[in-house]
RNA sequence: GCGAGAGUGGCGGAAUUGGUAGACGCGCUGGUUUUAGGUACCAGUAUCCAUGAUGUGGGGGUUCGAGUCCCCCCUCUCGCACCA
């Protein structure tokens, strides 16, 4: 055996052990009696390449598997890979390789990268998303959807982006760019699948309130998102037509403020106008190219036309000119506003514009208001508004809401922002939309016993559309109802619908039979604790949590046996960055996990990047922090030999070696159990390691001593570096692998002690510090205070005024000149 | 513009309930070992007119005592951004 600490060897040796011994396995053994618990990771995409912050997010997730490995859970910490999507395609485009071939390729290769960390997967479980054997499922589910209404092709306008070829959910949309390649994407009306996670709004919403674990920035971004709000539906007359114009507004209390009316560029009352108004068709196709997103829009001027009708108010029956405004949505509502300038910023500012009129119908409950000067936007009271004057704002809500809904001419409405989720794809590699279309039956699903649809995966992609177009063995086919030739859906899935569930699959990653066990979700469900990045905030968290509840609502497992939500607990890491922006390829600033561990091993690297941040932050890459890192390391290594020392004749204190050692402990348990600040952790062991360190060992008490804070030391390391642990705990003669320790339990007799050491204040100042029985009262507080020369000096001719002793912490003496 | 969070040494960052500010690490300085460099080890390291004073973005306040609580201001980060 070496004495030299030797990483490559060190952890090849034990990565053997543990997978002969196959100690990382979730037993799914009803007479295993041990508690469950589910670590989960997100699993990544097979890019070919593990970067830092993978690295870091499974540092994250195994410290915390090994921890409630240690301290008696039976741990379900699986990995697997999101294996659809545009990369392959991509990379199969340019290297002229199909895009399997690419992607199971880079998955053996990142499975080698991840195995070389150490880290304590379940791997009996890994699976990937690609296969037909899990795609099947998620093509049934669909089928599932289409059969209760909840999946259904409509015709719409939706988000375009050219260079990727496809469409894109609303959640694909940042800043009016692509999420993947920051291109602008497009409106187009074309005809697309959905899903509808507008059903289930209320219940992602008020969800929200249960996910105690989770930061509440991703609850108050899912919460924004989903975008409810309360008011009215109105339903406004048209001069000289039966139909109605129909808005939905949050004010119903200035119904009666109303001056004119405004709808959206695509509003069919906009379009009708249009038809024999040249100039006003010139100006809707003006704002829909402005719909193209820019980062300014919202300093867009505001502009409109008349469209020469008018609207009949509900309750006065007053005409108001109805205009088109470039600042409404279709998209929202109903495509259509009522304008109340006295009570709205932007209708103000557009009345004030074209020289519309301006009438107040809430007054402040107090004070006056120039509405010559701003819009008055707060509640109030109302005025001229009729048989309603006098009421409160939000009585008025409530009062005027029930007239309309008594004539007729409305009812109360909730709006949600969010809209169905947008959910085929125009792209070859990805999971097929499970739908035959017949010229007789129409859009047929496949039945069950024809699942799954596979996807042929010797295909090339040549960059532009899909080559499924022109697969005919594909496309070709018979229609399951009536037998007679038609043709296949050639769109794929949005590859979120894979990442939506494949936290679920993990707990019966085989089974033929179902796409969850009931069993095994009663088991393993929710994810105790769930580790990945913040930028899935509102896409991959926000569907993940409406396809468990499709999930359960399937039937394939209950609320109580599953759960009504995924994740219990949600930790989400901050980037990694080098030189204070984040590691990318055009900035050639990364810095490669394979180079990292080549040169000081994976404990080392596992180390560092655990201890440089607390988990939720950005964590600066430092070369010169990781060789430190390595130092510590080596430093442990060097103390695993030390017993009884010739020439030492004092022995060291063994009582407050053994207060160190219990008070790391509780502070190492604390953070596991609560925020996860192993940064902290990593500090609090170090500080162990320089006590032990500085500990004399003259005789067997204090070997004995030095011996447990040694264990307990090597024991709290082994979720961060396992194979460092390992070999160090064998060193020493440990009973059993140190991965496999119980974890140390805290010895609170050895917290105590007899004497304590106070900081001695006077006026608030420090000014000396003594050293005293731990239960000593005041009075033998000041004794000691007076009786120390640096402190009394302080006290000479003065008056104490007051006294205020902190037991255990401090001692402050308030003073006045005599 | 709206909302949330954060401002602590040269750097990353610590500080239950208000109770020793700067743990731990990096860097730096000096020393030991080494033929030398590197490694390793030991000691020191907030600032300043230094028996003491000052110090947690700035200014006020509460308190025996404030990084922590309250008010005002500044800066930065993140999220949302015409949502009717």
Known sequence: MSDRYEAQNIEQKWQQKWASANIDAASDDPSDTRPNYYCLVMFPYPSGNLHMGHVRNYCLGDAVARYKRMKGFNVLHPIGWDAFGLPAENAAVKHHRPPAEWTYANIDQMREQLKRLGLSYDWSRESATCRPEYYRWEQWMFTRLMEKGLAYQAEAEVNWCDPCHTVLANEQVVDGVCWRCDTPVVRKNLKQWFIRITDYAEELLTGLDTLTGWPEKVVGMQRNWIGKSSGAEVSFGIEGSDETLDIFTTRPDTLMGVTYMAVAAGHPLAQKAAEDNPELATFLEECSKVSTKEADIALMEKKGMPLGIHAVHPVSGEKIPVWVANFVLMSYGTGAVMSVPAHDERDYDFARKYDLPIKQVIRPAEGDWDIETAAYTDAGVLIHSLEFDGLASSDAKQAITSWLSEHGRGSERVQYR??????????????????????????VAVPDDQLPVELPTHLQPTGGASPLNECDEFRYTNCPECGKAAERELDTFDTFMESSWYMNRYTSPRNEEVMVDAEAMNRWAPVDQYIGGVEHAVLHLLYARFYHKLMRDAGLFTSEKGGDEPFKNLLTQGMVLKDGTKMSKSKGNTVDPKAIIERFGADTARLFTLFAAPPEKELEWNDAGVEGAYRF?????????????????????????????????????????????????????????????AFAIADEQDEAAYREGLEALITMLAPFVPHFACEAGERVGMDRMAVEQSWPEVDASALVSHEVTLVVQVQGKKRGEITIARDADQDAAMAAAQADAGISKWLDGMQTVKVILVPGRLLNIVVKPA
């Open 633 to 693: 390391l080596k430093r442990v290594w060097r103390l695993l030999d030390r017993k009884i020392e010739n020439g030492v004749k004092d022995s060291g204190d063994i009582s407050a070696l053994r207060r160190a050692i219990h008070s790391t402990i509780q502070r190492v348990s604390h953070a596991f159990e609560h925020g996860f600040a192993f940064n902290v952790v990593i500090a609090a062991l170090m500080e162990l390691t320089n006590s032990l360190q």
């Open 418 to 443: 969010l809209r169905d989720w947008l959910v085929s794809r125009q792209r070859y590699w990805g999971t097929p939309i499970p739908v035959v279309h017949c010229k007789d039956c129409g859009e």
